[in-house]
């Protein structure tokens, strides 16, 4: 019988045995990630190693999404390397501080609903890119210490144990589920290279992992405006770049496990980790998409999973370095090439004859942008800019007018569809104002006023017609349409009144 118990939350049942084994396969997997991803901003391997702890610690204690894993990212590294390089580790320090500083106020101010507005062709794109890129960051494991392309047997024996790993951990599951196939996979290679002395590229090639317990310290910076002006642009774009991927990989999260995270919860928790990873040393992060893979497809769901790997991560560090240095970097390049794998949305490809070609577009060009610029929040923020204005497109072409003259010779505009600022020019459209009847009833039962640009349209409608002397009627506003006229009247001369005879609101003249 397996064995349960609660931890932070009374209504998740946590499997001890799968969150502790799934916690140490992701702290195995998340340090040649901090190492990579803190020399590719110029830093010190254990200020990504430090990061990586304190981000994933406070995240999985006090974040809104458990199971997902939290530590230093390439995002963020390719936002600070510049400043790292222009002014050094402690100007990233106070970086980092205070980009956690605007995350927990993006938290507070419940902005996490905002990716709501992320339409699913952009998530589509995202992932897609971020699975590229992480296929792609291990092709750098098949080159030696120059830089050159391995060749010969070395090849062939890095190629072959990739291979063996990749084969444990898809075919491992199909025959039991009790141990994590992941863990198994970089066991079973640890033990081949150790047992036959296999010469291969280990963790300990990239760089040493040894030191102590991360060191408080506040950043030595000058507490000036000028500081501040130097650090507030990378903070500002290290926030947003880490509450995407965040709130992505959560979204993401929640569709694989059919639960629901708390996105705003998820923004306090980064931006605290943020601030006490630059308070201990840290090059600061966000969410990880392949390591929270790795995390639920072994079985975790609950906060120990993401506790266990850092505190793992930790020890590793501390007391564990020289064990961890000899693992072979080819179990870890199999488990992320199995990761880039999953992570790909497949559906995605059989669905491009079946979606609208701007959403077609869209999700291509998400990819690309995340892909080849590496630029998340440039990706999901241009994908989102050209759903919209797709979306406003498609919606302007939509409205239309059914026209009829009743037995009174009054004439009926039937209008369809959403009246907005991109639909007023065809609205206008319409109306034949000097060949109309005496009296002209504009009737949007079917319809909707939505912004302001609406309500000038229907201002200048009512103009048009009380300037050759003909009486307009605007039938079945909403209730919220009457909202926006009574809040116009101090911006625009909006002059409509309630009709009892038609219950309608007519043009006062």
């Known amino acids: 019988m397996k064995k349960y118990f609660n931890l932070f939350d009374l209504s998740q049942k946590v499997d001890y045995k799968t969150e502790v084994l799934s916690g140490l396969t992701v702290a195995m997997a998340l340090i040649p990630e901090a190492v990579a991803f803190a020399l590719i901003a110029g830093l010190d391997p254990l200020v990504g190693l430090y990061a ?21 990212t390439g995002a963020v590294a390719v936002v600070i390397a510049a400043l790292a390089l222009s002014h050094g580790v402690e100007y990233v320090f106070a970086c980092v501080i205070l980009a956690g500083l605007i995350q927990i106020a993006a938290g507070v101010l419940r902005l996490g609903k905002l990716m709501r507005l992320v339409p699913h062709p952009v998530i589509f794109g995202f992932v897609n890119g971020l699975a590229i890129i992480i296929f792609m960051s291990q092709l750098d494991q098949f080159k030696d210490g120059n830089g050159d392309w391995l060749t010969g047997s070395s090849l062939y024996l890095f190629l072959g144990l990739v291979l063996i790993t990749m084969l444990i951990i898809w075919g491992l599951p199909k025959l039991s589920k009790a141990i994590p196939a992941s863990l198994v996979a970089i066991l079973t290679i640890f033990g081949i290279v150790i047992f036959f002395n296999l010469d291969t590229k280990t963790v300990g090639d990239m760089a040493s992992i040894q030191g102590g317990f991360p060191p408080f310290h506040i950043p030595m910076v000058p507490f000036t405006l000028e500081t501040l002006m130097v650090i507030l642009p990378y903070a500002g774009i290290m926030a947003g770049v880490g509450l995407i991927e ?11 496990t059919e639960t629901r995270g708390r996105g705003n919860k998820e923004a306090v928790a980064q931006g605290a980790a943020n601030i006490l990873s630059g308070l201990f040393s840290g090059m600061g992060g966000c969410a990880m998409i392949g390591q929270s893979l790795i995390n639920i497809s072994s079985g975790a769901r ?3 999973s993401g506790i266990v790997a850092a505190v793992m991560l930790l020890i590793f560090i501390m007391f564990g370095a020289s064990l961890v240095e000899q693992l072979p970097m080819a179990a870890l390049t199999g488990l992320m090439i199995m990761v880039a794998i ?15 070609k ?21 990706a999901v923020l241009i994908g989102v800019i050209i759903a919209a204005l797709v ?20 004439k009926h505009y039937e209008i369809y569809g959403p009246l907005f600022f991109g639909s007023i020019t065809v609205f206008n459209e319409k109306f034949d104002v000097l060949n109309d009847p005496e009296e002209v009833v504009i009737d949007f039962r079917e319809s909707r006023v939505v912004d302001m640009s609406a309500i000038e349209a229907l201002n200048k409608i009512t103009e048009r017609y009380h300037k050759v002397g003909k009486k307009v ?15 116009a009247e101090e911006i625009i001369d909006v002059n409509v009144v309630e009709d009892p005879n038609y219950k309608l609101v007519v043009d006062r003249v």
């Open 52 to 72: 990586a702890f304190m981000m994933g610690l406070v995240t999985s204690i006090l974040g809104g999404r458990p199971g997902m894993i939290s530590g230093a």
């Open 246 to 256: 965040s709130l992505l990989t959560l979204n993401i999260i929640d569709e694989i």
């Open 302 to 304: 609950a906060r120990l």
């Open 342 to 356: 999953g992570t790909f949305e497949w559906a995605s490809l059989r669905t491009i004859n079946k979606m609208p």
């Open 358 to 378: 701007s959403d077609i577009f869209v999700m291509v060009l998400v990819t690309l942008v995340t892909a080849v610029l590496h630029n998340l929040a440039l």
């Open 391 to 410: 979306f406003a497109w498609d919606n302007a072409k939509r409205i239309r007018a059914r026209k009829r003259i009743d037995e009174e010779g009054v």
């Open 473 to 487: 009627h605007l039938k079945h506003l909403s209730k919220d349409c009457m909202l926006l006229l009574k809040n």
